[in-house]
């Protein structure tokens, strides 16, 4: 069974930083990209960044690009969001996000959600 854990959340002052990251198990076989995605209090989720499993394709969202870094640890399957400069509008519950994946014990592709971390920037 695959599994998505989120850690690294917490409170900060505005302009501080944190890193998320989000470490993967199961018997993975392969997926598309692996991401976070955030949602604020009243608001849909929204994406904000998304790396691809060869780890050479990033994408952000504009409200966090120059800020925020999305990297991959290929031997661990763990991905990371650095995110620095941060503002109180990156309030919000993060959520890590598994592309299409598939196991070895099943080939269909299916999207993966982690439980979701707070992130809580005070001004």
């Known amino acids: 069974q695959v599994q998505l854990v989120e850690s690294g959340g917490g409170l900060v002052q505005a302009g501080g930083s944190l890193r998320l990251s989000c470490a993967a198990s199961g018997s993975i076989f392969s997926f598309n990209a692996m991401g976070w995605y955030r949602q604020a209090p009243g608001k849909q989720r929204e994406l904000v960044a998304t790396i691809s499993s060869g780890g050479d394709i990033t994408n952000y969202a504009d409200s966090v690009k120059g800020r925020f870094t999305i990297s991959r640890d290929h031997a661990k399957t763990t991905v990371y969001l650095q995110m620095n400069s941060l503002k109180p509008e990156d309030t919000a519950v993060y959520y890590c996000?598994?592309?299409?994946?598939?196991?070895?014990?099943?080939?269909?592709?299916?999207?993966?959600w982690g439980q979701g971390t707070q992130v809580t920037v005070s001004s």
């Open positions: 996000n598994a592309e299409n994946l598939s196991t070895w014990d099943d080939p269909r592709e299916y999207d993966y």
